[in-house]
């Protein structure tokens, strides 16, 4: 195999600085692209901190037309073997008030990666997709196959992304894609110098009980206890960020090896589901911490309970998630007490 030069847009964010440490530690060179729109430089040193290594940075604007050539110049000069698209908005109710917004810088930001690397000739992507774009009808655990309906326009903007990848890589066959859709990434980096940055209030269930757990905010509402799951709260399959890297990575590594052109689709899960409630408990073991909370009213387009078939990931990539929900709470809070401001801190 050659030595990997990867694009990685997107990188300075949470999931994107945990996949470019795992990359950088298996050998890789990379250029990273992040406007910083929802990431902060810090990220950038602490990134070539654990890893031990240099990165380049290219600070731009992807969903920019005005930026678009110096972008494709920059990533020509860099002679990349592929890319792995992680830029773009992920706020489901902003983008609920804001569509034309999300269109605008999703699938842009998505078109520009994909007409860079197609001009340096490396036809090679990883996109950060999400389990957002199955509907409510499936049934547990959900495969690829299941139906894709997803509920707002951010869900939207990932689905329509995979579909434009899959017309481009079946108009050239030399296009190597995989559209990786996440469950629930919770967790850090176990040095606890990179981990989730949210500007705000966080919308997602870890941080705010990470936020909790430090004191920054009073109390968690859980979003609805009288759903048909376990305990009546959300079940979700929450995957340790360190797991999903490592999965780009090896995703990366089994297209490195196909001939011919693809573009799949691909769950990153752990297969397990677990209920609010449970996530509490376990984060309120790992950190030592009292988590008060109360019962509200369900969110709107909440489903009650979701968690992934990862067999295709297994069989393909030779990869599954080696780490527990314990693990993913003691590694979310080290970060978020070592850390209490984010990289402000
Ligand atoms: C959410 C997004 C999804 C996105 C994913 C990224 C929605 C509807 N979906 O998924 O599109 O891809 O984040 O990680 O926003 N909960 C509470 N209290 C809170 C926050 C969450 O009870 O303050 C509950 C939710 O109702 C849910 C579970 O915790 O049952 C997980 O919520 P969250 O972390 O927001 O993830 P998803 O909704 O699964």
Redesign the pocket.
């Known amino acids: 195999m050659i030595k990997q030069r990867i694009i990685v847009a997107g990188g300075a964010g949470y999931i994107g600085s945990h996949v470019c440490v795992e990359l950088l530690s298996g050998g890789a060179s990379l250029l990273i692209i992040d406007n910083f729109a929802n990431s902060h430089p810090e990220a950038i040193n602490r990134i070539k901190e654990l890893a031990g290594a240099k990165v380049d940075l290219l600070q731009a604007d992807l969903a920019d037309p005005s930026q678009r050539k110096n972008i494709v110049d920059t990533v020509k000069r860099f002679q990349p073997t592929g890319g792995i698209h992680l830029a773009g908005l992920?706020a489901?109710g902003e983008s609920v008030a804001e569509p034309a917004r999300y269109y605008r810088i999703n699938m842009g930001s998505a078109l520009t990666m994909a007409e860079a690397l197609e001009a340096a000739g490396a036809k090679m992507l990883v996109f950060s997709s999400?389990a957002?774009v199955y509907g409510e009808e499936n049934e547990n655990p959900v495969a690829e196959t299941g139906a894709a309906s997803p509920t707002n326009p951010?869900?939207r903007t990932k689905y329509f992304i995979e579909c434009m990848l899959k017309d481009i890589a079946e108009a050239d066959p030399h296009w190597r894609i995989i559209n990786l859709r996440y469950f629930?990434?919770v967790g850090a980096h176990p040095s606890g110098r990179i981990g989730e940055n949210p500007n705000g209030v966080p919308?997602?269930?870890?941080p705010?009980i990470a936020q909790v757990a430090v004191g920054k905010r009073e109390m968690?509402?859980?979003?609805?206890n009288d759903y048909p799951t376990k305990d009546g709260?959300?079940v979700?399959d929450y995957i340790h960020v360190c797991d999903l890297a490592k999965g780009h990575a090896a995703a990366l590594r089994y297209l490195d090896q196909q001939e011919n052109g693809c573009a799949l689709d691909m769950n990153l899960g752990t297969g397990a589901g677990y209920s609010?409630l449970e996530a509490v408990a376990a984060f309120k073991r790992a950190s030592n911490r009292d988590i008060p909370y109360a019962f509200a009213p369900r969110?709107d387009?909440?489903v009650a309970e979701i968690f992934a078939n990862a067999e295709l990931a297994e069989n393909l990539l030779d990869w599954r998630a080696q780490k527990s929900l314990e693990d993913m709470c003691a590694d979310h809070w080290r970060w978020q007490s070592q850390n209490p401001d984010g990289y402000e801190t």
């Open positions: 992920k489901v999400s957002t951010y869900g629930n990434p919308n997602n269930l870890f705010y968690l509402n859980i979003f609805g709260t959300g979700r609010v969110r387009g909440d």
